[in-house]
Structures are given as structure tokens and as C-alpha cells.
């Protein structure tokens, strides 16, 4: 793919992050309709109005491309050309009226991600990234911490939502990394925690369960940013595996070690 034709694809990607993110910004303060898809996850109205924005946005420009998203699955396409689409990645957050969400846009090509959008709507902070490219914050250049102790270190992870079924391995790994780690934090919506990653707020992140809209564009870019991101079992990376470890590479392999129960 030409360079000016992954130049559009971003360009696409940031058009419907913010207009999406106006949607989103809409909602805040008032009431509106959520459900349960199951236990402890939710989808919202602004969920389902965010990605058919999103949709529309890249079908218009591209209407060949293949799409999956989130809430409406698979939408069939040339599977050379894929966008992977969350439109509000951090749910719980957003129905509580907590601000910390946002819209995450990945693109890839014959498999491999290639361009990524992350954008927070409320603080206007816009993550972005093309493979080989570097990774951005707004206009600014990011990169990963310098942090090279695990002592050091600041640390987020996730809960899956079948917590329960999983509690042990969950917990024990929390355990593991709590005892070790200077601080750790759960925020929330993986996307933002992969993309803080990028840019040095967090020093490693990891978390399990995850589908491929939450990881595809925030793992590009924190990739993009300097960050080493695998597996459980220290294996790179791929948005269909259901594990993920990312960290600034210094320590990876010791929090990898603390991983494995």
C-alpha cells in the first residue's frame, strides 16, 4: 500500500474519532439508555450511535474495506483492507459518568495492523500511529519511559468480565505484580492504558480476556512509541491472542516472570 493511501486511511481514522467524540461528548450529564450484553457488560446508546458514525465515516471514503467492530460484529469487505473499531472503549466508565473513555480505530492490512487512533474526547488528547512511523500525541512525538527497575515502576491492568470465573489466576497474578511493582492502577479502557504506555505515564500494563478492538490500535501505537508487548509466555504479540504484557522493555521479562502462575 502506498505511502499517500495509508496517509488517507489515518486521516479517515482521525475524521471519525472526532466526530465520534462529539457524539460521546453529548451524552456526558445526561440520561440515556444502557443495557447489559452480559454479566458486567454494558453497551450504551452512545455506544451503538459512536460506531455507526464511525461506519459510515469510513464507507463513505472506502466503501470496499472490511469492518469489525464491536457492537454490529463483521461487516464483509476485501479482508486485504480491515478496519477494527471500538467506539467507546470504557463503557462502565462512561455510564457512570467517569471520564475516562475513549474511541479506538485500527487499520489493517492482509492481517497486520498498520494504523492506529486512540482519542480521548473529553481532555482532546489524540494518540495516533502508522507502522514504521513513530507514535504521536496531538502533533508531539511520544516514547516509552526510562524507568529500569520493576521497583519503580507504574503498573495498570484490567479485570475481564468473567472476573469470577477466573478469579484465581486474576488475582494471583495482581498479587504477584502488587508486591513488586511501586504502583498499580486499574483504569478502566485498555486502549488508554496501552497508549500511556506509549508515552511513559505507565510503565507496563497487561491484562487478559481482551477482544481485538481493544488492543489492535493502542498496541500499534504503543509498539510505535519503543514499547516491547507480548504474550503471557513472552511471545510477541498478535490482537487475536488473549493475553497481553506491555512494558518499556527494561523489566519485561521480569514481569512476565510475575505473570506466569
Same mark, same amino acid.
Given at each position: #500500500?502506498?505511502? #499517500? ?16 467524540? =462529539?457524539?460521546? =461528548?453529548?451524552?456526558?450529564? /445526561? ?5 447489559? /450484553?452480559?454479566? /458486567? ?33 463483521? /461487516? ?20 457512570? &459518568? ?16 498498520? #494504523? ?16 514504521? !512511523? ?11 519511559? =526510562? ?30 505484580? #502488587? !508486591?513488586?511493582? &511501586? ?24 491484562? &487478559? ?53
Amino acid at each position: #500500500m502506498k505511502y #499517500m493511501d495509508i496517509e488517507s486511511i489515518k486521516r479517515t481514522g482521525i475524521a471519525a474519532a472526532y466526530s465520534s467524540g =462529539k457524539i460521546l =461528548k453529548s451524552y456526558i450529564g /445526561k440520561f440515556f439508555d444502557i443495557r447489559e /450484553k452480559g454479566a /458486567k457488560d454494558l453497551v450504551t446508546e452512545a455506544d451503538l450511535h459512536s460506531e455507526k458514525n464511525i461506519i459510515r465515516t469510513i464507507q463513505d471514503k472506502f466503501p470496499d474495506h472490511a469492518i469489525l467492530a464491536e457492537e454490529s460484529g463483521a /461487516k464483509p469487505g476485501d479482508e486485504r483492507y480491515r478496519w477494527i473499531i471500538d467506539p467507546l472503549d470504557g463503557t462502565i466508565n462512561f455510564a457512570h &459518568q467517569l471520564p475516562f473513555f475513549c474511541i479506538s480505530i485500527a487499520f489493517a492490512l492482509e492481517g497486520k495492523t498498520v #494504523m492506529g487512533v486512540v482519542f480521548n474526547p473529553l481532555d482532546g488528547e489524540l494518540f495516533s500511529a502508522v507502522a514504521g !512511523q513513530g507514535a504521536f500525541l496531538n502533533s508531539n512525538g511520544i516514547r516509552v519511559s =526510562k524507568t529500569t527497575a520493576i521497583g519503580d515502576s507504574l503498573l495498570a491492568t484490567g479485570f475481564p468480565y468473567n472476573v469470577l470465573s477466573e478469579f484465581e489466576a486474576v488475582t494471583g497474578r495482581l498479587s504477584n505484580l #502488587m !508486591q513488586h511493582a &511501586q504502583g498499580i492502577r486499574r483504569l478502566g479502557s485498555a486502549a488508554l492504558d496501552l497508549c500511556y504506555v506509549g508515552c511513559g505515564r505507565l510503565d507496563g500494563f497487561w491484562e &487478559q480476556n481482551l477482544k481485538p478492538w481493544d488492543t489492535a490500535a493502542g498496541a500499534l501505537i504503543a509498539a510505535e512509541a519503543g514499547a516491547v508487548i507480548t504474550d503471557f509466555s513472552d511471545t510477541p504479540y498478535t490482537i487475536d491472542k488473549n493475553e497481553i504484557a506491555a512494558t518499556n522493555g527494561n523489566f519485561h521479562r521480569e514481569m512476565i516472570s510475575l505473570l506466569r502462575l
